[in-house]
């Protein structure tokens, strides 16, 4: 196994991690996105600075800043030494080494938790769980899902994967869901069902390369879009 987690980490990721793991361009920025589960990132704090329109979802947010940073430092050294220890499951072209991928995720964590009540504040950051939402019907343009789904696939099964995508896809034209793998670098075992099931409700899946990769063999992303009427 390449790394085994109690529970979902506070790991969060970049602006410029986001924009390779969902291959979004300038003109996907320039919609409204909904990012779900999105944690500690600093995919909303970057963003808003540059003018995007993002909300985050995340069951986190019941946490104050200073919570969040310390359920981090609880649990960073732990990950960075499995990740030490498990030097064929990873690809370095990114974060460069295990020490250069600590000093990004803590750089995230900094930037997240400078923005965080302000970000409460303009409703940037909002409390909610998957596998429901609170928000209506297409109100938002893109979906996004960073490491949640399908990389902890043994910890919520494949009905639960089918009804938060469902309900990602209630509220928002499309999903894109990074990565594929579960946290044993394996494919997903909820993925080929899942998206039979998603097809056969008449949703169009695609997977999608992408140029971020930090897992081995995790460079693939899923977008999925209505196609009904
Ligand atoms: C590994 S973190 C990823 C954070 C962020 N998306 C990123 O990639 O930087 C996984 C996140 O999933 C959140 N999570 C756990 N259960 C959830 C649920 N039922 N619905 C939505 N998010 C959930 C956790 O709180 C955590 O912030």
Redesign the pocket.
Known sequence: MAMELKK??????SLD??VKMFNLTQEDLQKSIL???????S?NAEGTKLGYKIKS????YELTSEQIRSRFDEVVDNIIEQVKNSPNDWIWTYHGSPDGLRKNRER?IDIFCEDYERGKGENRYEL????KLKYGDSAYNIGL????LF??SEQ?DANFHFD?ICEILRVCQEVRIFPLLTLSLMPSPHLQPVLAKLEAKGYSCEIHKVSYQLQRGGNEMIKIIKTES
């Open positions: 979902v980490v506070p790991f969060g990721r991690e986001y990012s779900v589960g999105d944690g500690p990132a995919f979802v995340d069951p986190l995230v909610g769980a998957l596998p899902c960073s490491h949640f990389l902890y919520f938060s």
